[in-house]
Nanobody, 126 residues
């Protein structure tokens, strides 16, 4: 089992920045690719970004490319999502997730992730 706890959400103005953290416990952190997903009110959960097990490769949704950066620190068992140039349409609950796949290419599909955090709300005001 892997337990994931997100933090860092809150209210931010459009154009601002925010960093989300995802602290993992349980099994060895480096065994898992880490992904970030978000779910806006009334919409389905969607892929945001992911990073491979050894942090060599990343992937992003087109809507966040150039604005968001995913990273991880395996020594601290923590993944991060740095969000810059935030827009009101980025408002959502953000979830981190862990996948046993993704040694080289981080997965982007929800069904490839076995463990999920409880989510953290990010609200971007215009």
């Amino acid at each position: 089992q892997v337990q994931l706890v997100e933090s860092g959400g809150g209210l931010v103005q459009a154009g601002g920045s925010q960093r989300l953290s995802c602290a993992a416990s349980g099994r060895t952190f480096s065994w898992y690719a880490m992904g970030w997903f978000r779910q806006a009110q009334g919409k389905e959960r969607a892929f945001v970004a992911a990073i491979s097990k050894e942090a060599g490769n990343t992937d992003y949704a087109d809507s966040v490319k150039g604005r968001f950066t995913v990273s991880r620190d395996n020594a601290k068992n923590t993944a991060y999502l740095q969000m810059n140039s935030l827009k009101p349409e980025d408002t959502a609950v953000y979830y981190c997730a862990a996948s046993p796949k993704g040694t080289y290419i981080p997965p982007a599909a929800i069904y490839e992730y076995d463990y999920w955090g409880q989510g953290t709300q990010v609200t971007v005001s215009s």
